[in-house]
């Protein structure tokens, strides 16, 4: 059986961002585990304009283009990782506007997050895990957050992720509750959809 396919999602699109460190570093420790098949989403790639669409995505799919390519990209992943900054105590605008694209797609799939910033993005990461529910998603509850004099030495000191690696053992508790669940929650979805058939 194939490797599950997890999207790590960067949250932020700004110049200058954080995310694109923090997501490459948790690829690093996903692909060293060898039992998922990771790659990047990053969505400034998708530069899908505020929700201004007739119908939710629950009733009809998007009309703009941009939004329909996130919606396949979704749909071909079998789980994800939130790597979330925290704007406002809450995630950023383009992630829960990304979110609102797309529903059927993150159906019965899990999502597990990286936060960072002042408290290590720990109350984005709450948001999402309410919204992620709403999506009909599976959250894990171990997450990975970095913050306080972690964060400030990676953005602002010259540190690496090297630095840091007391890090990496909420990483891999992260990783593990996210494989079983990707692989749980895909051999379900498989074997409702061979009844279906």
Do not use: C
């Not at 948790?26 to 119908?55: S, W």
């Not at 789980?79 to 609102?100: M, Q, R, S």
């Not at 000191?157 to 909420?170: I, N, R, S, Y």
């Amino acid at each position: 059986m194939s490797k599950p396919r997890i999207g790590i999602v960067i949250s932020t699109t700004r110049e200058g961002r954080f995310g694109d460190k923090a997501a490459e570093w948790i690829q690093g420790i996903a692909a060293a585990r060898g039992d998922l098949q990771t790659e990047i989403v990053d969505l400034q790639h998708y530069p899908m304009p505020f929700f201004d669409e007739p119908a939710s995505p629950f009733y009809a799919p998007p009309r703009d283009e941009a939004a329909r390519r996130w919606g396949r990209k979704v749909d071909e992943l079998d789980g994800f990782i939130f790597v979330t900054a925290e704007y406002n105590h809450g995630p950023p605008a383009v992630l829960k506007n990304a979110l609102d694209y797309a529903y059927k797609e993150f159906n019965r799939k899990p999502v597990a997050f990286v936060g960072y910033g002042g408290v290590g993005g720990a109350r984005a990461v709450e948001h999402l895990r309410l919204i992620s529910v709403e999506l009909q998603m599976a959250p894990t509850r171990a997450a990975v957050y970095i913050g306080g004099a972690d964060f400030i030495g990676l953005l602002m000191q010259g540190k690496t992720f090297a630095d840091m690696a007391h890090l990496e053992p909420t990483a891999v508790a992260m990783l593990d509750d996210l494989a079983w669940w990707t692989h749980a929650l895909r051999d379900a979805r498989e074997a409702t959809a061979a009844k279906a058939a």
